[in-house]
Each structure stands twice: as C-alpha cells, then as structure tokens.
Nanobody, 126 residues
Framework: QVQLTESGGGSVQAGGSLRLSCSFS???????MGWFRQSPGQEREYIAK???????QYVASVKDRFTISQDTVRNIMYLQMDSLKPEDTAMYYC?????????????????????WGQGTQVTVSS
C-alpha cells in the first residue's frame, strides 16, 4: 500500500506558474507514476507519466509548459506548470501503479492505476 498526497494547487492568472507536489508515503521508485486532471463535467484525462529514471512524457497540450521532476530522498514527485492557460483549470491528480507495464501500454488509462491522491485544484483566470 502507498498513500499519495497532492498539494500546491491554487489560483493564478494566465501566464503564471504553479508547482504541484505529489508526496508518497514510502519509497515509490520502480512504480509507474502519472498525472491526470479533470475539469467539471469532463472525464479525467491523462497529461503526463514518469517511469523510474526514464524521461517523462507529456501530452501535446502541456508539453513544453509542464515539467515533471522528482525528489527520491523525500519521496516527492513534482509537476511544474508554466505559461498556464485558462483551459488548464482542473482538479489535478497524481497516480501510481506497481506494474511497469502500465507505463508501457496503459499509461493513459485511469483504471490501470492502483493508487490515487485526493487531488488539488488549479484555477487559471484570463
């Protein structure tokens, strides 16, 4: 079992930045980690993944604006979000799966992730 806790959300104006944190209750190295977001009335959508020390991958809508990093000592994964747009407004979630095949084949499928955080709200105003 592992607990995930997100933090760092808030309200910013378009063009601003936020850094989200996803704290793991224990060493999570070797798991597949993902970031998702959900806007009101929309399905939860995948935006990025991190597999161990491999290069993170992002969907086109956030690539070059969002950056994943990690602190393996403190067991925290970060999502740095720059050049924020109103369409980035959503509840943001981190997720993890002990099965690396999730990162290989199912990284954008919500149901394949075992552990989820409670979410942190990001609101971007124009």
């Amino acid at each position: 079992q592992v607990q995930l806790t997100e933090s760092g959300g808030g309200s910013v104006q378009a063009g601003g930045s936020l850094r989200l944190s996803c704290s793991f209750s224990r060493d999570w190295r070797g798991q597949c980690m993902g970031w998702f977001r959900q806007s009101p009335g929309q399905e939860r959508e995948y935006i990025a993944k991190l597999e161990g020390d491999r290069k993170p991958q992002y969907v086109a809508s956030v690539k070059d604006r969002f950056t994943i990093s990690q602190d393996t000592v403190r067991n925290i994964m970060y999502l740095q979000m720059d050049s924020l747009k109103p369409e980035d407004t959503a509840m943001y979630y981190c997720a993890a799966s002990p099965a690396l095949r999730v990162c290989w084949w199912y990284y954008n499928v919500n149901s394949r992730y075992t552990y989820w955080g409670q979410g942190t709200q990001v609101t971007v105003s124009s």
